[in-house]
């Protein structure tokens, strides 16, 4: 009975955390909404996050067991596919062709073939076992995306692509998921949390270390021909913000339980300005904060 009340009170709190994760793009698509396009703002966190429910949801109904779960990637999915729909309407037309791409591969014909697949090839306790097990690998390649964050701030020694509140929201988020998945005895959904705990607390201390240092791009560098300076290298801050993206995708996704957000960073802001979740394992710089 005790472990049941655990089970509930976590799942609980993992809704309500993973609720908030959601919204983080908003800031986002009103940005859009006022300048009518999405700019160099990419689709691939919100696919993804799309997807990662769509898989949560499936493997959730599969155990017959975790409600919660189903109720908060119910709420994903809906989110998701409203964020997508936004940027649809908003991006340019080949923007728009490639998230159309992006969302057939992904969502139609990647999340068809696992639905498909493991309703012939298997039965009862091996699907469930089954699924469970593309679900952790998922939402593990998607906790990797941290990575690029981390060499980014440890590189520029600078945090102002790492906000601080939102590595502290998504460290909770793991830690209530890992401790829902652990009193429900699943691993499927405990293990990958751990990671995106980990990877929570690794870059809380990154944030500390680093608040104050200068930033690498502040200090002039002489090349014989020109000084670089932070001007200069804003172009490469633009480009780099696909890899931000995965930062929150890699925390999205790292809920794991919930969490298919990808979050794109301000960087003159310093806030949240594209989600979000994120985790495209292949997709080259880009972020992916999955949910379980």
Known sequence: ???????????????????????????????????????????VP???????????????????????????????????????CFFLFYAPKKARIESLKLIVLMIIVGFGLIVGL?????????????????????????????????????????????????????TCNAVTWFFYGLFLHDFNIAIPNVLGFTFGVVQMILYFVYKNKKPVSDEKVSTGLEIKTVATEEPKIQENK????????????ALMSSIPVVAKLNENKNTIVDDHLVLEPHVPNHTIEVAA
């Open 1 to 43: 009975m005790a472990a049941e009340s655990f089970t509930l009170a976590f799942g609980l709190l993992g809704n309500v955390v993973s609720f908030m994760v959601f919204l983080a793009p908003l800031p986002t698509f009103y940005k859009v909404y006022k300048k009518k396009s999405t700019e160099g703002f990419q689709s």
């Open 118 to 170: 493991t309703e012939v090839l298997a039965s009862g306790a091996n699907r469930v076992k089954i699924v469970g097990w593309i679900c952790l690998i998922f939402a593990l390649c998607v906790f990797v995306a941290p990575l690029g964050v981390v060499r980014q701030v440890i590189k520029t020694k600078s945090v102002e692509f790492m906000p601080i509140l939102l590595s502290v929201a998504l």
């Open 46 to 84: 919100y696919v993804v996050g799309l997807f990662s429910a769509m898989l949560w949801i499936y493997y959730a109904l599969l155990k017959s067991n975790a409600m919660l779960l189903i109720t908060i990637n119910s709420v994903g999915c809906f989110i998701q596919t409203f964020y997508i």
């Open 242 to 253: 696909d890899q931000e993206i995965i930062d929150v995708v890699k925390l999205s996704a």
